[in-house]
Structures are given as C-alpha cells and as structure tokens.
C-alpha cells in the first residue's frame, strides 16, 4: 500500500520560479525521502529527513518536515529546465524495513 | 564507477513465459529491493532482500519470484501466474536498509506481446 501522497499531482512554472510539492502520510514514520525520476529512467535520491529533523537542505532544494501533521515539503528554488522530472516522497514507517512511494509531482520547467 | 545495472532495458514476454530480469550492484550493500511501477503512477515493492540468501514479500508478490545467492544479485522472475506483467520494473539498493537513501538502477521494460 501506498503512504505518502503528494500533491500537485503535476506542477507547471516558468524558469526561474520557485517550486513546492508537498507531501501527506498517514502512519508515524522513522524517516522520509524525496527522489527525483526523469522520464524512463530510475529514480535518483535526493534528501533524506529523519522524524525528528524538522528542515534540510541540499544546493537549491529544501525540505521541511511537520510530524504532527504529517506532512512535507520540497522547495526546488530558481528552477531550471532541467528540474523538469517527476518527484516522488517515500515514507519509511517505524518498526518497519521497507519503504512506500507516493504517486509523484509531476514538474514542467518551461524555459 | 559503483553503481547498480538492470538488464535488459526492454523486455517482450508471450504469453505463459516466464522471464528473469537482472540487478547487479557493485557498492557491497546490504540491501536490495524489486519495485513495479505502472504509467503515472508510484513504485510499489514487489519483494526485498536485507541479507544473502533471505528475501521478503512486498505488497504485490503474487507471479513474481526472486533469489538471492550473492550480495551482488538480486534476479526477479516474472513467471506465468502474474497475468499483468507489462509494467517498469525498478531495483533498487541500499547500505542497510531505507534508513538510508536507495540506489536504483536505470529499470527494465516489461511488454507481453
């Protein structure tokens, strides 16, 4: 079964522009992760936040974390065209060895 | 360069084959893990691996078969029971579990033509 859930479902800006995807779950979680995945390819990791971390960050990306709401966010600041992929959050639940994907944000960045 | 190969890239299956898709890392995790993924949507875990020679059910296990003899490997087998098996099929590893951030190879292309 699938945990997180994100939301746009897709996500359409202009370069330059600031883009936030956000991230719902349903059960606690030990820690959670963001990906990115062009087109056909594998995914490639980009941020891990544990549960007890409320902010990361990594070069133009920021990630939050609200356990109490159970909820995400990953901000890709002055976006380019290459940022255009689909990002998918995946939530590691306690107690528990696997890991669950979202349906993913699909981002166009239109140059 | 450490990295993680699935091969082939593109598969064709007939209908009542049963087909091996390969996964093969050279960054001695521990780890190792099956995903599917069907058009615009999410990964789902077909079966895992922490250590040699013992593996775990995912959420859609059913028609799917694996093994695992070497760290290095991690072979899927897509057998005859599973009756949709066109999809993009993803491995992934990982040091020690999702406690830290997975490696995935670049996917293998299941059609049942």
């Known amino acids: 079964s699938q945990q997180g859930e994100e939301d746009p479902q897709a996500l359409s800006i202009q370069e330059g522009e600031n883009a936030t995807m956000n991230c719902s779950y349903k059960t606690s979680i030990n820690n959670l992760q963001w990906y990115r995945q062009n087109s056909g390819r594998g995914l490639v990791h980009l941020i891990l936040i544990r549960s007890n971390e409320r902010e990361k960050h990594s070069g133009r990306l920021r990630v939050t974390l609200d356990t109490s709401k159970k909820s995400s966010s990953l901000l890709i600041t002055a976006s380019r065209a290459a940022d255009t992929a689909s990002y998918f959050c995946?939530?590691?639940?306690?107690?528990?060895?696997?890991?669950?994907f979202g349906a993913g944000t699909r981002l166009t960045v239109k140059p | 360069d450490g990295g993680i190969t699935q091969s082939p890239k593109y598969l064709f299956r007939k209908e009542g084959q049963n087909v091996t898709l390969s996964c093969e890392q050279n960054?001695?995790?521990?780890?190792m893990y099956w995903y599917r993924q069907d058009p615009g949507q999410g990964l789902r875990l077909i079966y895992y691996s922490q250590i040699v020679n013992d593996f775990q059910k995912g959420d859609i296990a059913e028609g799917y078969s694996v093994s695992r003899e070497k760290k290095e490997s991690f072979p899927l087998t897509v057998t005859s029971a599973q009756k949709n098996p066109t999809a993009f099929y993803l491995c992934?590893?990982?040091?020690?579990?999702?406690?830290?951030?997975?490696?995935f190879g670049s996917g293998t292309r299941l059609t049942v033509v």
């Open positions: 992934a590893s990982s040091l020690a579990g999702p406690y830290y951030g997975y490696t």
């Open positions: 995946a939530t590691v639940p306690y107690n528990n060895n696997d890991m669950r």
């Open positions: 960054l001695n995790h521990d780890a």
